[in-house]
Structure formats: structure tokens, C-alpha cells
């Protein structure tokens, strides 16, 4: 909500009259899965509090480091519609979420159900857990242990390249996205039962990780209706993904 403070997300420090101390009281942002609903709707002083922890899994407050636990993952929401009351997320922000994906609506089947569902009872209340956090921890070293070819990180620095200098984009893709499109599709790689990376786990990632970053220019966006979506289609067509994986990495 607008009202909310960069404090009720990182928390900050009260004075302790009986020991005569101040006490670090943890905000929302101490927690495995933090999610922010609607995270456009908070003020940019706001948003910005969510940027160290993000980066660097700590919070900073009055020059004491406090570290978030691990496994550590910031989901966010937001409503491009209702713009009245909302505040733009800076590029910087933005950057360090590793992708959007755009939810839509569910299909008739699935809105029939969620009815039935809904008729007698909450499914929320029925929920348990079906993973812990050291079993995540485990998952996520076994994901970082997948091979990536040199050739398939040359193919992940072209295509990052090629959005800084197309003549449709007037901001492309960081080195963090490039970072974040590999590690991304070393999930992809591990989910689909192997050990090494293939282009096209590069190319299936490719919009999910870089649209949200990439900015068109006002002639592309104004007059021609382009999108970043668009600017990455036109990137995929020039830049072939002629990448062999050598044998030895799929071991």
C-alpha cells in the first residue's frame, strides 16, 4: 500500500528501556519466501528497501548488517491496468528479479473447478507443506552443479549483446541478466533430468528473463507499436543457435 514504510520491510531498531539498548526488531523481509502483492502500489523509498536484500541476502539498518535466511526468494505482483496510485518499478529493481511471467486468466475448466472448489471451503486452509527449506538449499546446489559449455555462455553474451545495440531498444540487457539466463536455464537443464545446458533452454528462457529488463525506444513503442517481446523475436531470427555440446559435459 502506499502508506507502507521502508521499515515495515526491513525492520528497524527500538529502544530497550530495561537494558538500556536498542533492539533490532526484523520486518517482513526476514522469511524464505517473502512475496509483495502489488509491489507497484508502494512508494519508490519503499521499493528501494527491497534492492540490498535482493542483491546481497542482508539488510543494513542504522550501520548494523543483518543477514536474511537461506534459502532466500522475493516473488512480487503487480497490476499493469490500475495504474492510478501506482509507482513505475526503477530499472534497477527490475533487474534484479530474475523474470516475469505474465499469469493471464485461467481457462473455463480451470474456473469451473476453482468454483467447486470454492463452494464449501477455503483449499488455502488444506495446504501443507511438501518440502523443507535445508531440502530447497539441497535442490539449489544440485542445480548450480549442471555444465554449461563455453559455447552455450558465448550464445547467452551474443544474445545479450545484441539487445544493447538494436536499433528498437534504447536500454538492453545487463551482465545480471546475462548471469540470471544461464542460471536460469541450468534449472531448466537439472528439471528436465540433465547435467548439461542446451541452446535451446537458452532460447526458451530468453523473453521470461530479459522482456522486463529491456526498454523500446518511444519511435518503436509510439509510433510502431513495438514491444521488447518484438526486439527479442527479431534477435533470435539473426542470431542462429549453431551450438554443439561437447560429449564430455552431458557426463
Do not use: C
Request: glycine share 6%; aromatic share 6%.
Amino acid at each position: 500500500t502506499p502508506d507502507l514504510l521502508p521499515g515495515d520491510v526491513t525492520g528497524v531498531s527500538v529502544f530497550n528501556p530495561v537494558d538500556r539498548e536498542f533492539e533490532f526488531k526484523p520486518g517482513a523481509i526476514f522469511a524464505n519466501i517473502v512475496i509483495a502483492d502489488e509491489i507497484n502500489r508502494s512508494s519508490p523509498k519503499t521499493q528501494s528497501a527491497l534492492l540490498e536484500a535482493m542483491e546481497e541476502r542482508q539488510v543494513t539498518v542504522d550501520g548494523r548488517t543483518h543477514f536474511v535466511p537461506e534459502p532466500f526468494l522475493v516473488v512480487a505482483t503487480q497490476n499493469p491496468l490500475e495504474m492510478e496510485g501506482t509507482y513505475a518499478l526503477p530499472e534497477a529493481q527490475r533487474d534484479r528479479f530474475m523474470m516475469r511471467i505474465s499469469m493471464g486468466y485461467p481457462d473455463a475448466r480451470s474456473e469451473a473447478l476453482m468454483l467447486r472448489q470454492r463452494d464449501t471451503a477455503n483449499p488455502l486452509d488444506q495446504l501443507a507443506p511438501v518440502v523443507s527449506a535445508d531440502q530447497v538449499s539441497g535442490l539449489i546446489g544440485w542445480a548450480r552443479a549442471v555444465h554449461v559449455a563455453p559455447a552455450i555462455e558465448d550464445y547467452a553474451v551474443a544474445l545479450a549483446q545484441a539487445t544493447r545495440t538494436h536499433s528498437d531498444l534504447r536500454l538492453g540487457a545487463s551482465p545480471r541478466a546475462t548471469l540470471q539466463l544461464v542460471r536460469a536455464a541450468k534449472v531448466w537443464a537439472a528439471l528436465d533430468g540433465r547435467g548439461f545446458v542446451i541452446p535451446d533452454d537458452i532460447t526458451a528462457l530468453l523473453a521470461a528473463v530479459f522482456a522486463h529488463r529491456l526498454i523500446p525506444t518511444r519511435a518503436a513503442g509510439g509510433a510502431r507499436g513495438g514491444s521488447a517481446a518484438d526486439a527479442i523475436a527479431t534477435i533470435l531470427e539473426r542470431i542462429a543457435a549453431n551450438v554443439r555440446v561437447p560429449i564430455a559435459s552431458r557426463q
